[in-house]
């Protein structure tokens, strides 16, 4: 069971946009950075998003991150059928001192 | 070219220690921070430990007494040591890289399996 809450599952059709919520608390999102994970079918994580909003080297511009208090959204524009993957969110918990991965959100582009 | 590559995983009865291992190339190790995530089949992603270049340590609570990670700077390596394996500890554990912000490099995974 995740403290960083993320819908199980998000669609929409090629070229549209979707985004990703990712619900937390003041020791955590509220309080430390977000950095946002894309996982591909059989394939290791891959960092797309870091310090909430930084897109990571090489990631297109349509994926963008934000954070409002205590909850993440990660949007994706421009949806192509190569994004269908999982998508986590992270972020430090300083009560647990420990890192919180989000339960994972699968994207599916119809 | 940065990679990590995790080596150790195996099959083990439930009660069992397994050490794994993964080795850093392509930068300077011993600047970085470090961590272990595991992954069950069809799960998502777990936070298992870390430890910074400094050496300081931090652990899940699902393995805090269990699990010891470490690190050897000179050998550009780091490592697992997992005791007292249950069921519930079968994944696949990745080694990866922290920078402020992020886990930015990432190994492939080396499977354990804890079965009888």
């Known amino acids: 069971q995740s403290v960083l809450t993320q819908p199980p599952s998000v669609s929409a059709a090629p070229g549209q946009k979707v985004t990703i919520s990712c619900s937390g608390s003041?020791?955590?999102?509220?309080?430390?950075?977000v950095s946002w994970y894309q996982q591909l079918p059989g394939a290791a994580p891959k960092v797309l998003i870091y310090?909430?909003?930084k897109q990571f080297s090489a990631v297109p511009d349509r994926f963008s991150g934000s954070v409002s208090g205590t909850s993440a959204t990660l949007g994706i524009t421009g949806l192509q059928t190569g994004d269908e993957a999982d998508y986590y969110c992270?972020?430090?918990?300083?009560?647990?001192?420990?890192?919180?991965f989000g339960g994972g959100t699968k994207l599916t582009v119809l | 070219e940065v990679q990590l590559v995790e080596s150790g995983g195996d099959l083990v009865q439930p009660g069992g220690s397994l050490r794994l291992s993964c080795t850093a190339s392509?930068?300077?190790?011993?600047?970085?921070?470090m961590h272990w995530v595991r992954q069950a089949a069809g799960g998502g992603l777990e936070w298992v430990s870390g430890i910074g270049h400094g050496g300081d340590t931090n652990y899940a609570d699902s393995v805090k007494g269990r699990f010891t990670i470490s690190r050897e700077n000179g050998k550009n390596s780091l490592y697992l040591q997992m005791n007292s394996l249950r069921v519930g500890d079968t994944s696949v554990y990745y080694c990866?890289?922290?920078?402020?912000?992020?886990?930015?490099?990432w190994g492939q995974g080396t499977t354990v399996t804890v079965s009888s």
């Open positions: 990866t890289r922290g920078v402020p912000g992020a886990l930015d490099v």
């Open positions: 992270a972020a430090w918990d300083r009560s647990l001192s420990a890192l919180l």
């Open positions: 392509g930068f300077t190790f011993s600047g970085y921070d």
């Open positions: 310090e909430n909003n």
């Open positions: 003041s020791s955590n999102i509220g309080g430390h950075y």
